[in-house]
């Protein structure tokens, strides 16, 4: 079975995280820490949207 360009961009996805994960000087990150990233990019992304609408509203 020939394998489809999918199957070849997967594979070679999976080969290179493999290698950056056995790489040593690859930095990990906790779960934590990237779940209060997130958490901060979110509250930002809200705050933006909220302003935009008040902004809306305010114009005539």
Known sequence: MEP???DV???EQ???G???ADDPNTQWISHEEMK???AKQ???LVERIRLQAEAR???P
Do not use: H, I
């Open 57 to 59: 509203k305010a114009k």
């Open 18 to 20: 493999l290698k950056e």
């Open 42 to 44: 979110r509250a930002a």
């Open 14 to 16: 999976v080969r290179q």
């Open 36 to 38: 209060a990233d997130w």
């Open 4 to 6: 489809t360009s999918y």
């Open 9 to 11: 961009w997967f594979r």
